[in-house]
Structures are given as C-alpha cells and as structure tokens.
T-cell receptor
Framework: DTAVSQTPKYLVTQMGNDKSIKCEQN?????MYWYKQDSKKFLKIMFS???????INETVPNRFSPKSPDKAHLNLHINSLELGDSAVYFC?????????????FGPGTRLTVL | TQLLEQSPQFLSIQEGENLTVYCNSS?????LQWYRQEPGEGPVLLVT???GGEVKKLKRLTFQFGDARKDSSLHITAAQPGDTGLYLC???????????WGLGTSLAVNP
C-alpha cells in the first residue's frame, strides 16, 4: 500500500564509507526527487529525475550519484561519506502533468556519519 | 536569500488555543502548498492554493492565499496535540516547476 518507500530507515556508518539509499514509488508518477533535510529542518532539493532522465541537479558534491533504473525507482549512492553528510534524506515523487508539482514524500532515511 | 519566509520559526501553545503561521515573500507565485511533517516522517501535503484571495478549509485548519499571491497564512482553531509538527510552505513561480521551500514553523501543542 505504501506510496513512496525508502530503505533503509536508519543508516549509521563511518566516515569514508560508501553507502546507498533506495527509493520506490507505486503512484505511477514520472518525476522523482531526492531532498536533504539538515538539523535545522531546512528541506533542500538535491536531484530530480523525470522518466529516468536527470532534470534537476543542484549544487551537490559529485560524491552523490543518483541512479534511476526505471521511473518507479530512484536510488542515491554516496561515496566517501563525510561528517557533514549526516542528515535525513527524503525521496519524493510528483504527478507527471500536475501543474502544481505537489510532492509525495517517503518516510526518510536518517544517515549518521561517525 | 530566502525567497519564502515563514514565521514564527517556533511556536509552543496549549491545547485549545488558536494560532496563525505565515509564509511571506516579495515574489509572486503561481501556486502555494502547505505541508505538515510529523516527527520521524516525511512531509504530507495539506492543501494547494492557486487563486489570489483564495481561502480553503480543512477541518480546523484555514488556509489563505494573499490577494497578490505573494504570501499565505495557516490558521488553526482549537489546536490539538495531534497538530504538533513542522509546517512547511512551498511555492511555484511562473513556469518553473522547481518548488521553492520555506524554512518551516515548528509547532508544539501541549496537552
């Protein structure tokens, strides 16, 4: 039943490691996003894919690499993790032709880098 | 420069009180959305307002879009502990489909 799901929910890892977060949506949406929410709760867009094609790539270190194998999945791989990467990462999707671009969010992945 | 300013940043009130939170900008928006994020969860869309002066009600929540489509308010009547959460506004400008997000108002309603 879950509309947008992410795994894992929690991720604790050491600095320098490589990790991935997975996202899937069953809403039939064409557009998917990755957001980062820091400790001050600011929600910052990182990437957006439309039908597997990258359309938004904000100023994000190239250690972050999104991959969209199909339009229902958008994964995020992070290389050489740093302390500042600790945050909650949200996946979201939106309707293909929704004029207001309303977002449907996953439950988030809390990443802690030690 | 933050395009969408939300105020207050934090609000702690007693159950039963009324409150209003604001989302302001100097820019004109084509539409504006309000989301609520509960602790440990992702934001959930509450409402979208599109027309200047529009008022929408969702039970005890009343949303208004400014006449000039530059600002919005959310009024909660008789707040309940279940209203606790982070209230985020997000808006679209012109034909740009990238949402602009406010920093949020963190609301705590104490029993």
């Amino acid at each position: 039943d879950t509309a947008v799901s992410q795994t894992p929910k929690y991720l604790v890892t050491q600095m320098g490691n490589d990790k991935s977060i997975k996202c899937e949506q069953n809403l039939g949406h064409d557009t998917m996003y990755w957001y980062k929410q820091d400790s001050k709760k600011f929600l910052k867009i990182m990437f957006s894919y439309n039908n597997k094609e990258l359309i938004i790539n904000e100023t994000v270190p190239n250690r972050f690499s999104p991959k969209s194998p199909d339009k229902a999945h958008l994964n995020l791989h992070i290389n050489s993790l740093e302390l500042g990467d600790s945050a909650v990462y949200f996946c979201a999707s939106s309707q293909p032709h929704g004029i207001n671009n309303e977002q449907f969010f996953g439950p988030g992945t809390r990443l802690t880098v030690l | 420069t933050q395009l969408l300013e939300q105020s207050p940043q934090f609000l702690s009130i007693q159950e039963g009180e009324n409150l209003t939170v604001y989302c302001n900008s100097s820019s004109v928006f084509s539409s504006l959305q309000w989301y609520r994020q509960e602790p440990g969860e992702g934001p959930v869309l509450l409402v979208t307002v599109v027309t200047g002066g529009e008022v929408k009600k969702l039970k005890r929540l009343t949303f208004q879009f400014g006449d000039a489509r530059k600002d919005s308010s959310l009024h909660i009547t008789a707040a309940q502990p279940g209203d606790t959460g982070l209230y985020l506004c997000a808006a679209l400008r012109g034909n740009n489909r990238k949402l602009i997000w406010g920093l949020g108002t963190s609301l705590a309603v104490n029993p």
